[in-house]
């Protein structure tokens, strides 16, 4: 059974026009919000500090209404730089403050989050508006008052720290412009292959970037029209992540192997080692300064800012990786040595800051004094060059996004709760409490003492792993209540006790707890692929195309839900987007007699596709990859894959994705509904045109919210069933 609904439909509309198309009224209220209320919040995004100043910038998105809001020490105001009164879905992000603080340079459009490009780099449009979206770089003063300056069309801009100027990358290439806008922008220098990833040195002469040339890279130098653009110990290898010493005199950089050699069995987990080195700028010469064992847990590591490769006082280089089984930062001399381990223990660090003198590093992690604090986030500082961790922050609130201001006495950084949304904060760097910014932005009507405080639940998959999970539960309702699942995406993510870093994430988070208020006991699952709780979590064996080791986790977070004499289990639902719509898919194929019903959002459905064919089929005479390899890869992928489960598949299923989804190819869902119709399987498909993956526009949330909780209310809400 199909229905299609409206791609866009006005709030106060949205439960009338569900209504409509079920057939049915909505079951009678049980809460005392609506979702319009809980997704009313204002999300801080793009928390940037002065270097050289106590300033800070950040973005509020307000019901789709993005702004940029600036702080100045020592009181840290905030005021509002933007006018933008739309919700439009053009992202800024990429924001910087110039180093006499009179400018901050952003960009507006684009897709930040997007796998790949769309076709003739085609920038997301998801309001339908006739006229065709761009991505540009803007700059606006500080002081306030006067309308941005369109700098000219481009992305990743970089802010000269001594000259007023700014370099982006437009076309893969490198552009510049005066931060006043005073002349049009123009190509600063033209180099082979796609050029990006642009630094400044601290004299802002010389511009250090990448050359990604695609099997290899190389990190080049440019400091005028007047002088060839110099490469750094060119190789056969991919280098990136440039870092300038502080006197300029040299930049360290990461090396992995280049794309090539022998190819290995996709079915198993291979090392995928790395490097730091060391280039004089005088003379281009470079030397490996430490080497990453070839391991797996030595492995380049995939978490928030990759190596956060940084260049510290006392001329010590400080980075990221997952030599213990965790990642934590490290700490070596720039002439190499022993990597100093900085933050020991069981738990995972993630977003990471140098102060200004380069001496401290402030982080955020999943540690603390609770035992439950694997499941947030609270904020510490180490020294670069010992192992002397102290906490910032800690408690049952969620601290992340630290940055340290210019004068290096405050931390600033995003803080909420379980009941509390994300707010910019200001703490002092030498420790004492934190204060809040711009707390009259939430609305008067957000239903903070409503929400419920989420019980950290623990259920063991079959083979014995632990899988954390968070218990969204009202105390009053039905002896026995329906339920549903939530899985995230990612997968490298991880769902929290309160809201969550990522805007995606807290909008699940708002939606699990609208549902909860609705007489629903929702259980949110950290599915190993995962982060926070290990390199082998992360990384497991026969996960994903591999074997899907990972499902039965949400499985055994639905045997857990059956067991619970609060739930009726037969009405169990699951819900997720991107790789939540994957595990959504899949239960619903394999486990129809355990999950009722189930809402995938752009999830993936064929697995086949992560399986190279025609790299194996060329290497299968020379590499040792035979016919056989080829095929048992194949059929493990799609044993992996929902596709391969439609026969079994009887729960009814609602489709959700937007046409310009640049991150899970929408054919993903066309096909699916090719497959359901043909087996008979009743789904419902809500199709938002012009949308992409991350949805960019507050209408597009709530369409896909409302659906999602309208459709696991009709479905799985329909009186009480025998025990």
Same mark, same amino acid.
């Given at each position: ?46 928390? +940037? ?17 993005? /702004? ?38 952003? !960009? ?29 770089? #803007? ?46 922008? %123009? ?11 642009? !630094?400044?040195?601290?004299? *802002? ?136 381990? @900085? ?18 590093? !402030?982080?955020?992690?999943?540690? *603390? ?74 609305? +008067? ?20 792993? %632990?899988?954390?999970?968070? @218990? ?59 982060? *926070? ?62 999950? %009722? ?40 992928? #799609? ?23 640049? /991150? ?60």
């Amino acid at each position: 059974m199909i229905r299609t609904r409206p791609p866009f439909v006005a709030a106060l509309t949205l439960l009338a026009c569900f209504v409509v198309l079920s057939g049915r009224a909505p079951v009678a209220a049980q809460a005392s919000f609506t979702l319009p209320q809980i997704l009313g919040y204002p999300y801080p995004t793009e928390l +940037v500090a002065s270097d050289t100043r106590p300033q800070l910038a950040w973005v509020f998105t307000e019901r789709g209404v993005r /702004n940029i809001w600036i702080a100045e020490g020592p009181d840290y105001r905030p005021r509002r730089l933007t006018d933008y009164q739309k919700d439009d879905g053009q992202e800024l992000t990429n924001l910087s403050l110039s180093a006499d603080g009179q400018y901050l340079v952003y !960009v507006r459009g684009g897709d930040h989050g997007a796998n790949w490009p769309a076709p003739g780099n085609l920038q997301p449009n998801p309001a339908s508006s006739p006229a065709q979206a761009l991505i540009q770089v #803007w700059a606006v003063a500080t002081a306030g008052g006067q309308p941005p300056k369109l700098l000219g069309e481009g992305d990743r801009p970089a802010v000269s720290p001594e000259r007023d100027r700014i370099v982006f990358v437009r076309d893969r290439q490198i552009w510049w412009a005066p931060v006043d806008g005073s002349k049009p922008a %123009a190509r600063l220098l033209f180099a082979k292959g796609n050029s990006g990833s642009p !630094v400044w040195s601290p004299d *802002g002469r010389t511009l250090a970037f990448v050359s990604d040339r695609d099997d290899h890279s190389l990190i080049a130098l440019f400091a005028g029209d007047d002088q060839s653009i110099r490469y750094l110990a060119p190789s056969t290898s991919r280098d990136a992540n440039p870092v300038w010493s502080p006197d300029g005199k040299r930049v360290a950089f990461t090396r992995q192997p280049g794309r090539g050699g022998a190819l290995q069995s996709p079915l198993e987990l291979h090392p995928a080692p790395w490097a730091i080195w060391v280039a004089d700028v005088a003379t281009g010469e470079a030397r490996s300064v430490w080497q990453s064992p070839e391991t797996l847990v030595g492995s380049f590591p995939r978490v928030e800012g990759g190596p956060n490769l940084n260049w510290g006082a006392g001329d010590r280089i400080v980075f990221l990786a997952y030599l213990d089984g965790w990642p934590h930062l490290y700490s070596i001399p720039a002439s190499g040595g022993r990597a100093q381990l @900085l933050t020991p223990g069981d738990f995972m660090v993630e977003h990471v800051a140098l102060a200004p003198d380069r001496r401290t590093l !402030v982080y955020s992690a999943n540690t *603390g004094s609770d035992k439950d604090d694997i499941d947030r986030r609270h904020l510490w500082k180490v020294p670069v060059d010992g192992a002397r961790p102290v906490a910032l922050t800690s408690g049952r609130g969620l601290e992340w996004a630290p940055v340290v201001t210019g004068d290096g006495a405050t931390v600033a950084y995003v803080g909420a709760g379980a009941q509390k949304p994300p707010l910019p904060m200001v703490l002092p760097l030498g420790g004492g409490a934190g204060r809040v910014l711009a707390s009259d932005r939430v609305p +008067v009507d957000f239903p903070s003492s409503q929400l419920v405080i989420p019980e950290p639940v623990i259920v063991q998959a079959p083979d014995g792993t %632990a899988v954390h999970c968070q @218990l969204f539960k009202t105390a009053a309702g039905d002896t026995r209540r329906p339920a549903a699942i939530f899985v995230h995406g990612g997968p490298p993510r991880q769902m929290l006790l309160g809201w969550h870093y990522l805007v995606y994430y807290a909008n699940a988070y708002a939606v699990n707890q609208y549902l909860a208020s609705r007489g629903f006991i929702v259980l949110s699952v950290n599915y190993r692929l995962g982060i *926070g709780y290990g390199y082998t979590f992360h990384n497991p064996e026969h996960g994903g195309a591999r074997g899907a080791a990972e499902y039965q986790d949400v499985l055994a977070a639905g045997n857990y839900l059956q067991a619970r004499s609060d739930v009726d289990p037969k009405r169990i639902g699951i819900w997720g987007g991107s790789y939540g719509g994957y595990l959504t898919a899949l239960a619903l194929g394999r486990n129809s007699d355990v999950f %009722a019903a189930g809402v995938d959002i752009h999830g993936v459905h064929d697995m086949t596709n992560r399986i190279n064919i025609d790299q194996l089929s060329a290497a299968q005479v020379g590499d040792g990859i035979t016919d056989a390899d080829v095929k048992q890869a194949l059929k493990v992928a #799609w044993e992996s894959s929902p596709n391969a489960w439609v026969s079994t598949w009887k729960s009814p299923v609602l489709l959700i994705q937007g046409d310009d989804d640049r /991150n899970v190819q929408f054919h993903q869902t066309v096909d699916l509904a090719r497959r359901l119709k043909a087996a008979k399987v009743p789904f419902e498909e809500l199709v938002i045109p012009d949308e992409i993956h991350d949805f960019l526009m507050y209408r597009s949330w709530l369409t896909v919210d409302t659906a999602t909780a309208d459709y696991l209310e009709r479905v799985l809400k329909k009186g009480p069933t025998a025990p």
